[in-house]
């Protein structure tokens, strides 16, 4: 006969996504039911030949959310690479955000190939901070945009992501590309600005319990 003894208490995390970060309440930045919002396409872009936002108006052809939305006309020529941008300037502290999103929307009748990313202006350098990658935008569909703002997030070039990061973000942009291809003229809709909260990790305690088995080998 033996008996056998489990006893302890057993503390478990638990995480709600691949990346092991849990996502909590949205903050939505902008919908643009109320004109611009402080966007705008810099002079230094207007400026530039390899840059191709040409005009920024709110409209109501297309909205994610809401009736309106951001139209930004924009003419990739195809001779080069060519970027179209537009940002925010404003101090933003995100420090209990993980997440940064912003749906796009390409005319059905666009060439598919222009991608899009998030960048950010961030500290007293105002250091530019781009995405490692852009997401393809696919004409006829709105397409979401996101960039990871938690620490150690790998979604920034040349960038280690902190709490000092987050904390003072002093521009928010977005930029549309074409590397040659594909060529296009006409508007990009961007609507559905926001924010996601990190949340906070989940616990589950599981109390001292006893098994008791009686038996015999």
């Known amino acids: 006969m033996k008996k056998i003894k489990l006893s302890g208490v057993i503390l478990l995390a638990l995480w709600f996504t691949l990346s092991g970060v849990a996502f909590g309440a949205e903050k939505l930045l902008d919908s643009f039911e109320k004109g611009l919002e402080g966007w705008e396409i810099p002079d230094w872009a207007l400026e530039k030949d390899e840059y191709a936002a040409k005009k920024l108006v709110v409209s109501e ?12 006309n ?40 222009l991608t899009a990313k998030i960048i950010l202006t961030v500290g007293e350098d105002w250091a530019w901070t781009e995405m490692n990658r852009g997401t393809i935008l696919e004409p006829g569909k709105w397409t979401t945009i996101s960039a990871d703002l938690n620490p150690g997030s790998t979604d ?13 973000v002093r521009k928010f942009g ?6 040659r291809r ?27 319990e006893e098994i008791n088995k009686e038996g015999g080998e």
């Open 74 to 113: 924009v003419d990739f020529t195809g001779e080069k690479w060519m970027g179209a941008y537009l940002e925010i300037q404003e101090y933003f502290d995100w420090t209990s955000y993980g997440k940064l999103s912003a749906d796009l929307y390409l005319p059905e009748s666009a060439p598919l190939g």
């Open 174 to 179: 977005i930029r549309i590309e074409s590397n």
């Open 182 to 208: 594909p060529v296009y003229a006409g508007p990009v809709y961007i609507d559905n600005i926001k924010l996601t909260e990190t949340a906070p990790v989940e616990t589950k305690e599981v109390a001292t």
């Open 156 to 168: 920034w070039r040349r960038t280690t992501v902190t709490d000092a990061f987050r904390k003072d």
């Open 61 to 72: 052809d297309y909205a994610e959310e809401g009736k309106k939305a951001l139209k930004l």
